[in-house]
């Protein structure tokens, strides 16, 4: 039998300690919970308490010196996710990293970098790439079913998200945007990556805050939207993006994400049109769109997702460090991604189209 990885998590929020420490705790054959890491004590002694994890830490370069350490989850604010990771991989440990992958283009081309001359894993958490639908979809795409895909189109539209206000969710500084950057993430990616993830070559973006800031020195408008919290903590984030990216391929992305918006419930939403035929994925449910005996019919898999959070993409990983293979979420593609959300800010900022510039590593 294979030796155990000791594994470890830094950072004990929900994201951590709900999906991380939950997943790797399912494969006690193959793992070893071994420490836990946090700034506040008493989150991290509760996760250890709970999980019954051995070693507790409050500085992250402390848990990291550990040689008996293989393996750690970075799950803490995005603005630590590139200097915990990189840290990480020099000192010789595989590192599962929350999405997104960093706060910037160049942070993540030193991550590539920073695994490079480490020669470990680093694969990026992006748990919808891992449920049955998508690895169903994924197959029936490459297989060639819908033919080339011209057109795409996705989206998580929340009515009400402002719980995370006065969060660092909502501070700039410290999540690098808002909704983009958070929900974005998740539909930008699947859709690149049934599409192969071709390179993008420009982004029109449009970021808006109309619900919370001030406007012209008037107060914002109090409405049930707001969930009660239109004075509570700090927000330097859009609540709104929407805009269009093309890819080196051809093949546009027009896109919408939002934690607050005036519609009818939270919605989210993947759709492909293809010569051959289309694909969507909306809250969840996957339908294919295709033509038989000159007549249009309508397809749904019988496949259901049964894992949990990030139970599948654990397995992944462990089996990834196991054999030697690559990730099916690497940070090359986390590179793509943030040239996309670089490019949407600096265009809602603009007011104009931006060519996105090539880079090294992608």
């Not at 440990?93 to 929350?98: D, L």
């Amino acid at each position: 039998m294979a030796k155990k990885l000791r594994y470890a998590l830094i950072g004990c929020g929900g994201c951590g300690v709900g999906k991380h420490l939950t997943a790797y705790a399912m494969y006690p054959d193959d793992v070893e919970l071994y420490g836990v890491c946090d700034i506040d004590a008493k989150k991290a002694q509760a996760a250890a308490t709970r999980f019954d994890v051995p070693h507790v830490f409050t500085d992250y370069t402390a848990l990291l010196a550990d040689p008996k350490i293989d393996v750690v989850s970075v799950a803490t604010p995005n603005c630590l996710h590139a200097p915990i990771a990189i840290a990480a991989l020099q000192a010789g440990k595989h590192v599962h990293v929350e999405k997104p992958i960093a706060m910037s283009t160049a942070e993540a081309e030193a991550m590539v970098a920073a695994r490079d001359r480490a020669g470990k894993l680093l694969m990026v958490a992006l748990n919808n790439r891992f449920t049955e639908s998508s690895r169903f979809a994924k197959r029936y795409i490459d297989e060639g079913h819908l033919g080339e895909i011209y057109h795409a189109r996705c989206g998580w539209r929340r009515r009400q998200g402002y719980a995370m206000r006065g969060t660092w969710f909502a501070d700039k500084e410290q999540s690098g945007g808002g909704p983009v950057i958070d929900l974005g993430v998740h539909f930008l990616d699947l859709t690149l990556f049934f599409l192969g993830y071709p390179a993008p070559v420009t982004v029109v973006g449009s970021c808006y805050d109309q619900l919370v800031h001030l406007k012209n020195g008037k107060k914002p408008v109090e409405t049930s939207i707001l969930g009660g919290n239109a004075k509570k903590g700090a927000y330097s984030v859009e609540d709104l993006a929407a805009g269009f990216v093309k890819l080196a391929t051809g093949t546009s992305v027009a896109f919408e994400f939002s934690w607050a918006s005036h519609i009818e419930k939270e919605t989210t939403y993947l759709e492909l049109l293809g010569t051959r035929g289309g694909l969507s994925m909306h809250d969840g449910v996957l339908k294919i769109y295709a033509e038989s005996g000159g007549q249009p019919i309508d397809i749904l898999p019988g496949v259901k997702n049964t894992s949990g959070w990030g139970e599948n993409e654990t397995r992944h990983f462990i089996d990834c460090i196991r054999t030697g293979k690559a990730p099916l979420s690497p940070p090359e593609d986390g590179v793509k991604m943030m040239q996309i959300i670089d490019a949407i800010y600096a265009s809602s900022e603009s007011g104009r189209e931006v060519v996105v510039r090539e880079t090294a590593t992608v």
